[in-house]
């Protein structure tokens, strides 16, 4: 049975979280909540936004949601406070990479110590860059796109602030990647490896989805497993189903139970398809992760967890080869000499970081700066515009203070993750699945550069925001007794 809570505010409220919540607020809250996740579904479709021009629109949509709820907002309840307030440290860290990014693209360069901005000599001697920046121009970009990813998150914690809103977006989105990953399977094997909007001019013969890059969509794609697991498992528990008395194989709840893991596996076949090594591998440990915890916090003793983690990679196993995506395995067998390529790319980052460890060669500036500094055994004539390891190439950019306090802020979030998860016993879900998105990320961006494209980071930042926000204190009280 489920206590409800009776909730009474009091006659002299002292903060506006003890004011009764307006109908009108929520309802503006709600139509916020679809046009976020409407953008989230939508931005991977031209190439992952990974275009100036579609970067644009995407920057557009955003601001204008942002202006709208705000001006909205300010007439339904003009002393209502952000959520943001809330989260103070995460934006202050946020902003401080803007500022920075903005600083590295001014004229100071002459003001400050040579040893800060060295080059290599060749360059040096010819070089006439006044700005710390070897791209200015990119840098302040870059941190207009900072600016817009702020913005977003702002609108994420005022829709997360009522938990069960926040569980719905984890379920439109869930919906919204299994599409995509039906899309991706139906282009690979039925329309000729196309793109949805154009030829695929790489990767041909794997899965890309809308994606470019088949790395990129197996990060998306891995979000949506992750999400599943967590929404599928956290459903089990939820107390109108542990009420039903109806056990048999066609009931309600089992058949919607076994809807889920049918887009769960349609989403799994996908990122086999995608022969991303690291995608399976990071989508593997985030989603056993996932359930972990999830089985953990409902009390199932450690047998039922290991037995029930076994027979999901068993069939995980089996399902592979009969969905014909063996590649994988091959790619993971053969995988030294790109390995050997790999590192050679890093060790040339790693001495990049040596070069200029505290100011960086700008935010944005990673191909024009690895330019500059590469050196046998890298001799292909192609650009390399990203650095295969987000954390290396945040150091190149930004040096080793700036460029750690996306992490900090990441970690952060963490750890309001983790406590909220320690500290609840309902509505684990979505904390769940954002630990296991940051596991996923954080796997992924050792050797990749995923999180860089925007149709990935917005999601990211989109499930774990919801998985810290604060939640309102009518909503917390009301959820402590069920």
Known sequence: MIKKLKYEYPSHPKTQDDLPSSSDYTKLNDRLAVYLVAILLLAPIPLGSNRPVWWLVLGLAISGGAVWHLLRGMR??????????????????????????????????????????RLPGSVASTSAIRTISVAPDASLLAAL???????FLVLVFEVAAQPNRGER????????????????????????????LGEKFAYQGVATGTFVNRNSYATFLGFGIVLGVALSLGRRAHPFNRTLHDRSWLSPERVEMLA??????????????????MGVFATIIAGLLTFVVISIKQ?????????????????????????????????????????????????QMIGMIEARPFTGYGLDAFAAAFELHRAPPITSPRVLELGHNSYLTLWVELGL????????????????????ILRQTTNLAMPAAAL????????????????????????????????????RKR?????QGL
């Open 299 to 347: 009390q199932y003793s450690v047998k039922s967890i290991i037995a029930t983690g076994g027979v999901g990679l068993f069939v995980l196993a089996t399902v592979a080869p009969l969905g014909g995506n063996l590649g994988v395995l091959e790619r993971f067998l053969f995988v030294e000499q790109a390995s050997e390529t790999r590192l050679d790319f890093y060790r």
């Open 260 to 277: 889920i893991w049918v887009m769960i596996s349609l989403i799994a076949l996908a990122l086999l398809a995608t022969q991303s090594r």
């Open 475 to 479: 909503e917390a009280e009301t959820i």
């Open 76 to 117: 339904i309840a003009p002393n209502r406070r952000l959520q943001m307030m809330k989260h103070r440290q995460i934006f202050i860290l946020g902003v401080s990479v803007v500022g920075f990014g903005v600083i590295q693209a001014l004229p100071i360069a002459d003001m400050l110590p040579g040893f800060l901005l």
């Open 145 to 151: 796109r900072l600016i817009i990813y702020l913005i």
């Open 169 to 196: 977006i984890g379920w439109m989105l869930f919906f919204g990647i299994t599409a995509h990953a039906v899309w991706g399977l139906i282009s690979l094997n039925f329309l000729g490896d196309t793109l949805l």
């Open 401 to 420: 203070f700036f460029g750690s306090l996306p992490l900090i802020a990441l970690i952060t979030a963490a750890g309001v993750i983790i406590q909220r």
């Open 436 to 471: 296991g998105v940051l596991c996923l990320g954080a796997i992924h961006s050792l050797v990749d550069f995923s999180l860089e494209i925007p149709a990935n980071l917005l999601v990211f930042l989109a499930v774990v925001a919801i998985g810290a926000a604060h939640w």
